[in-house]
């Protein structure tokens, strides 16, 4: 996806989070168990002010949140901090440096990408907390969005932070999963982890339109997949997916 797109993504899920959060800050957000959708909102805004400083400081700042952020209103804080990253794009190149936790890319660009992906999940967070329909998730973004969780968040973090994946892949033989997500497909090897583009044969095939298979992935929604073949490669990627995104 270009840089623009990312930015009329995340705008457009922007303004959707922002329209479903007040009349529902108090309620539960079933997707994000132990928040209400204040919480959600206060955390969209952390993320937002920790990306920020990350372009401004060349390092993502630890250890964080700043206390003094828990007493400012989550909307205010939501509302303060998405100002802040957007003119910090705008005062940057894509290609200008940024601390970040994934060591390829180190770059302004990398966070347009990751603030896009992390607006429209908590969207449908607070969509799911407020009891609204789901506004739908573009096929492009959607897919974009797989791609950054199988690659970037497992395939590297598996690479990365091994140990960490010590317990879901324990014992594993090495499985294969077929994610397939409209015309986009990935092939998925758990031992060792890796991602390629384009689905062979395998042990199990998870197909659905893009926007389900996001959700699905990131465990948000009702299914709207289908599933097909070994249900162990299957909880074997859903567990690795559970460690990344802890």
């Given at each position: 996806m270009?840089?623009?797109?990312?930015?009329?993504?995340?705008?457009?899920?922007f303004?959707?989070?922002?329209?479903?959060a007040?009349?529902?800050?108090a309620?539960?957000?079933p997707?994000?168990?132990?928040w209400?959708?204040?919480?959600?909102?206060r955390?969209?805004g952390?993320?937002?002010?920790h990306?920020?400083?990350?372009?401004?400081?060349?390092?993502?700042?630890?250890p964080?949140?700043?206390?003094?952020?828990?007493d400012?209103d989550p909307?205010?804080?939501?509302?303060?901090?998405?100002?802040?990253?957007l003119?910090?794009?705008?005062?940057?190149?894509?290609?200008d440096?940024a601390?970040?936790?994934?060591?390829?890319?180190?770059?302004?660009?990398f966070?347009?990408r990751?603030?896009a992906?992390?607006t429209?999940?908590?969207?449908?967070d607070?969509?799911?907390?407020?009891?609204?329909?789901?506004?739908?998730?573009?096929?492009?973004?959607?897919?974009d969005?797989i791609?950054e969780l199988?690659?970037?968040?497992v395939a590297?973090?598996v690479?990365?932070?091994?140990s960490?994946?010590?317990?879901a892949?324990?014992?594993?033989?090495?499985r294969?999963?077929?994610?397939?997500?409209?015309?986009?497909?990935?092939?998925?090897?758990?031992?060792?982890?890796?991602?390629t583009?384009?689905?062979?044969?395998?042990?199990?095939?998870?197909?659905g339109d893009?926007?389900?298979?996001l959700?699905?992935?990131w465990?948000?929604?009702?299914?709207?997949?289908?599933?097909?073949?070994?249900?162990?490669?299957?909880?074997?990627?859903?567990?690795?997916?559970?460690?990344?995104?802890q």
């Amino acid at each position: 996806m270009e840089i623009q797109r990312y930015l009329e993504c995340l705008e457009a899920d922007f303004a959707r989070l922002r329209e479903v959060a007040p009349p529902a800050l108090a309620a539960d957000v079933p997707s994000c168990p132990g928040w209400t959708v204040a919480d959600l909102s206060r955390h969209v805004g952390e993320v937002y002010l920790h990306k920020t400083l990350a372009m401004r400081e060349g390092v993502e700042p630890d250890p964080w949140p700043p206390a003094a952020l828990a007493d400012e209103d989550p909307l205010a804080l939501l509302d303060r901090t998405h100002a802040d990253l957007l003119a910090e794009f705008a005062a940057r190149k894509p290609q200008d440096p940024a601390g970040s936790w994934y060591t390829p890319d180190q770059t302004v660009g990398f966070w347009y990408r990751r603030m896009a992906q992390e607006t429209v999940i908590h969207r449908v967070d607070a969509e799911l907390g407020a009891g609204v329909p789901l506004a739908p998730i573009p096929p492009d973004l959607a897919a974009d969005g797989i791609d950054e969780l199988l690659k970037i968040f497992v395939a590297f973090g598996v690479a990365e932070w091994g140990s960490d994946f010590a317990e879901a892949l324990r014992d594993s033989p090495g499985r294969t999963v077929a994610v397939r997500a409209g015309e986009a497909s990935w092939l998925v090897n758990t031992v060792p982890f890796t991602v390629t583009d384009g689905a062979a044969a395998a042990d199990a095939t998870v197909t659905g339109d893009p926007a389900a298979v996001l959700l699905w992935l990131w465990n948000r929604a009702p299914s709207g997949v289908t599933i097909e073949g070994d249900p162990a490669a299957v909880a074997e990627l859903r567990r690795c997916i559970a460690v990344a995104t802890q």
